[in-house]
């Protein structure tokens, strides 16, 4: 059995840790929140932007220029969103496990070659690919100190260029999408070349099946100037830029979740941990106790004799 001074540290110690998890719980709480406000006002904007899109290519435009033709994916351009900070749980490892993974199987010949392209946006996630000696790497960690559209416009407008200069043929885009406090759910998708059909997530679908039940639905008709054409070239790069930033925002609150979830558990486990140990302090004193009244005893005893 430990000695009563070990317990004791061991006590001081735990009090000491749950103080700082129980306070790094409600930072991240304080957090969440407006990280949480910004991606819900954030998803309507998107979602309508993905539906007049949707709806100008299912009115007739032949094609979505340069960014829809499919093209061998000889060079590949992988995004991948961490944080700056630990101590969130699965949050970080569940992407780079993604992002290797895609390295190893589906772009395995690309990265042999030197053709894959690593942004990493978030300090974990680059500092994990630069020990790992990946190459083509490039780093955006300042993002995450201020979370703006104008930094995630200015890194899409890279890339689109790169594109555009048959740099890369194929980006793909790896994050944690926020759904509450306590799920986090791991994405990756594909954001060039563009798809005609932007992906819908199963509430979408879900509500198309409802109204489809309901009797044929009536799209929204609308005048398009100057041209439809036009507008496809001028609304696709915007198109892109909004969803590199909701991936950001939605990220950016999922990091938060995750943190407060880990920290709610660490401040448990401690507490939990404060029980036993104290649990052993007390059976180690009360032993300490009994020795000393049986020395007592037993000095008298041979006093007596």
Same mark, same amino acid.
């Given at each position: 059995?430990?000695?009563?001074?070990?317990?004791?540290?061991?006590?001081?110690?735990?009090?000491?840790?749950?103080?700082?998890?129980?306070?790094?719980?409600?930072?991240?709480?304080?957090?969440?929140?407006?990280?949480? %406000?910004?991606?819900?006002?954030?998803?309507?904007?998107?979602?309508?932007?993905?539906?007049?899109?949707?709806?100008?290519?299912?009115?007739?435009?032949?094609?979505?220029?340069?960014?829809?033709?499919?093209?061998?994916?000889?060079?590949?351009?992988?995004?991948?969103?961490?944080?700056?900070?630990?101590?969130?749980?699965?949050?970080?490892?569940?992407?780079?496990? +993604? !992002?290797?993974?895609?390295?190893?199987?589906?772009? +395995?010949?690309?990265?042999?070659?030197?053709?894959?392209?690593?942004?990493?946006?978030?300090?974990?996630?680059?500092?994990?690919?630069?020990?790992?000696?990946?190459?083509?790497? +490039? !780093? #955006?960690? #300042?993002?995450?100190?201020?979370?703006?559209?104008?930094?995630?416009? @200015?890194?899409? @407008?890279?890339?689109?260029? %790169?594109? !555009?200069?048959?740099?890369?043929?194929?980006? @793909?885009?790896?994050?944690?999408?926020?759904?509450?406090?306590?799920?986090?759910?791991?994405?990756?998708?594909?954001?060039?070349?563009?798809?005609?059909?932007?992906?819908?997530?199963?509430?979408?679908?879900?509500?198309?099946?409802?109204?489809?039940?309901?009797?044929?639905?009536?799209?929204? %008709?609308?005048?398009?100037?100057?041209?439809?054409?036009?507008?496809?070239?001028?609304?696709?790069?915007? +198109?892109?830029?909004?969803?590199?930033?909701?991936?950001?925002?939605?990220?950016?609150? !999922?990091? #938060?979740?995750?943190?407060?979830?880990?920290? #709610?558990?660490?401040? %448990?486990?401690?507490?939990?941990?404060?029980?036993?140990?104290?649990?052993?302090?007390?059976?180690?004193?009360?032993?300490?106790?009994?020795?000393?009244?049986?020395?007592?005893?037993?000095?008298?005893?041979?006093?007596?004799?």
């Amino acid at each position: 059995m430990p000695s009563l001074k070990e317990v004791r540290n061991r006590i001081s110690s735990t009090i000491g840790t749950q103080q700082i998890t129980s306070a790094m719980k409600m930072v991240s709480a304080s957090k969440l929140r407006r990280a949480q %406000d910004a991606i819900i006002a954030m998803r309507p904007f998107s979602e309508k932007l993905d539906e007049i899109l949707e709806n100008l290519l299912d009115s007739g435009v032949s094609s979505v220029g340069d960014f829809g033709k499919p093209r061998p994916a000889g060079k590949v351009t992988l995004i991948v969103l961490t944080s700056n900070r630990g101590l969130c749980g699965g949050f970080n490892s569940s992407v780079i496990k +993604s !992002a290797v993974q895609l390295l190893n199987t589906r772009y +395995s010949e690309q990265a042999k070659k030197g053709n894959v392209n690593l942004i990493c946006i978030g300090k974990k996630g680059a500092d994990f690919f630069r020990k790992s000696n990946a190459r083509n790497l +490039s !780093a #955006h960690n #300042h993002l995450w100190d201020k979370l703006t559209y104008a930094g995630a416009a @200015e890194i899409m @407008e890279g890339v689109i260029k %790169d594109y !555009a200069a048959g740099e890369t043929d194929k980006v @793909e885009i790896i994050y944690n999408q926020f759904k509450n406090a306590a799920t986090q759910i791991l994405s990756t998708e594909q954001i060039l070349p563009f798809e005609n059909a932007p992906a819908k997530n199963e509430a979408k679908q879900g509500k198309a099946k409802a109204s489809a039940a309901l009797g044929p639905s009536s799209k929204s %008709d609308y005048i398009f100037e100057p041209g439809k054409e036009e507008i496809i070239r001028e609304i696709i790069p915007y +198109s892109l830029k909004v969803r590199l930033f909701r991936s950001l925002l939605d990220s950016f609150a !999922a990091e #938060h979740g995750a943190r407060m979830t880990a920290m #709610h558990k660490a401040t %448990d486990n401690a507490q939990e941990l404060l029980r036993n140990l104290r649990l052993t302090y007390n059976k180690a004193r009360q032993a300490a106790i009994t020795k000393e009244i049986l020395e007592i005893v037993g000095g008298a005893e041979a006093i007596k004799n």
